[in-house]
């Protein structure tokens, strides 16, 4: 049956223009998202064009595009809030694929006083993002190719990680990645950072969908609670996070604290997993108000 599924996913998905892009860059990649995000069908005459639409349905791109406008509603409320207070702002994306939602989120905006960095180490995305920029006549989103994982981490008002945490299996490096950019981060900055605790189709992906090397593409989840916990033993705080309504991806925000110092001791006193025993018998005598520790 799953071989069936495969062949009939080789054979018919030629046809159509979504399952290609994701044959040539890897299914995960910043251009099958950017793909997913301007959802129109197209592919090769109308079975071509049936097939990419039920492609273009299938619930993960469907949670993929709630998690876009999630992003954009986040990043447009807290931008607008800065707005208020006379304050500029410098948005860095360390994985931003050709960052189309970045470039529908400058346009939206308007005004002299935002900036947005796309980076990626994909150079291909890279590029696709210039050239999509410069179409749209947006000025204030530029281009790096960078290695998130490897050299200095930005510098910025808020970061956004998305989708990127997401494939990687390495959780040492995620959480060395969220360490650095909470160090080169200014106090009260703001890490906006996805998150995938669910998906209800993890073995048809890993059957049918290939990463960008041909390898099978194996989606590693991971909860809430230990993202929010890695963001404060990073030395941030004040973490909400929201989920789509299919409850696949999510949307956290989190400040940089004053105190790092601070608020990673908190952590080590009451850490995020309730399956971690308890390491100090004093800490429910805390109070609410001594939990905000930097404020
Ligand atoms: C799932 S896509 C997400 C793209 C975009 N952030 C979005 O949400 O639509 C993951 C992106 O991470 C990029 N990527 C993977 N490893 C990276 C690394 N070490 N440094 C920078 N970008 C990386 C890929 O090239 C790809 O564009």
Not at 58 to 72: D, P, Q, V
Not at 122 to 128: E, H, I, K, L
Not at 155 to 184: F, H
Not at 207 to 230: I, K, N, V
């Amino acid at each position: 049956m799953r071989g069936t599924a495969s062949r009939a996913f080789r054979t018919l998905g030629v046809l159509s223009e979504g399952i290609r892009i994701g044959t040539l860059y890897g299914f995960s990649s910043g251009e099958m998202l950017d793909y997913v995000y301007e959802n129109e069908a197209r592919g090769r005459g109308p079975l071509g064009r049936g097939i990419d639409r039920m492609y273009l349905n299938s619930i993960g791109w469907r949670g993929i595009r709630e998690r876009r406008a999630n992003l954009i509603r986040t990043l447009t409320a807290i931008v607008v809030t800065r707005r208020s207070l006379g304050l500029s702002t410098r948005i860095v994306d360390i994985a931003a694929g050709p960052g189309r939602y970045l470039i529908d989120l400058a346009e939206s905006l308007g005004g002299h006083d935002v900036a947005i960095e796309c980076r990626d180490l994909d150079a291909d995305a890279v590029a696709q993002g210039r050239t999509l920029a410069a179409a749209r006549g947006v000025a204030n989103v530029t281009f790096l190719q960078h290695d998130a994982l490897n050299g200095p981490p930005p510098s910025a008002d808020i970061v956004v990680v998305s989708g990127l945490y997401e494939i990687l299996t390495d959780e040492a490096a995620i959480r060395a990645s969220i360490a650095a950019i909470g160090k080169a981060m200014p106090t009260g900055g703001l890490l906006v950072v996805t998150g995938q605790p669910h998906h209800p189709q993890l073995q048809t992906i890993a059957t049918l969908l290939t990463d960008r090397d041909g390898s099978p593409w194996r989606m590693h989840l991971r909860s809430t609670a230990t993202l929010e916990r890695w963001c404060r033993q990073a030395g941030f705080t004040d973490i909400h996070t929201h989920a789509d309504t299919l409850g696949i991806f999510t949307v956290s925000v989190a400040r940089r604290a004053a105190n790092v110092e601070a608020a990673q001791t908190f952590v080590r006193l009451v850490p995020g997993d309730p399956h971690v025993a308890h390491p100090c018998p004093g800490w429910a005598a805390l109070t609410p108000a001594q939990h905000v520790l930097d404020r």
